[in-house]
């Protein structure tokens, strides 16, 4: 089974900055929708942003203008450049195929705090 693996989460105050990476081996991001998911404590998963094949995006609401998704076909990495964090962003985070989170790993815990 195809599993995307998210990593690069951390703790951070509010305000701050972090850059989550997404890599898959054997599986070109590139060619495929790819998706960033978050679940909060005691919460559903929740659709963030997913990207095209083209490279271009779509974010949720509350993280639009904040989040920012690239991708380097070289390394086969999508990024999510996450700035002006808020404690409301704490929450695991995931790549994934789908909205419903297949292929997703064990994600990587963004703690926002002061």
């Known amino acids: 089974e195809v599993q995307l693996q998210a990593y690069g989460g951390g703790w951070v105050q509010p305000g701050g900055a972090l850059r989550l990476s997404c890599a898959s081996s054997g599986f070109r991001l590139s060619l495929h929708t790819i998706y960033w998911l978050r679940q909060a404590p005691g919460k559903e998963l929740d659709w963030v942003s997913h990207?095209?094949?083209?490279?271009?995006?779509r974010y949720e609401d509350s993280v639009k203008g904040r989040f920012t998704v690239t991708r380097d076909d070289a390394k086969n990495t999508l990024y999510l450049q996450m700035t002006s964090l808020k404690p409301d962003d704490t929450a695991m985070y995931y790549c994934a195929r789908d909205s419903m989170g297949l292929g997703r790993g064990q994600g990587t815990q963004v703690t926002v705090s002061s």
């Open positions: 990207t095209v094949a083209t490279g271009a995006s």
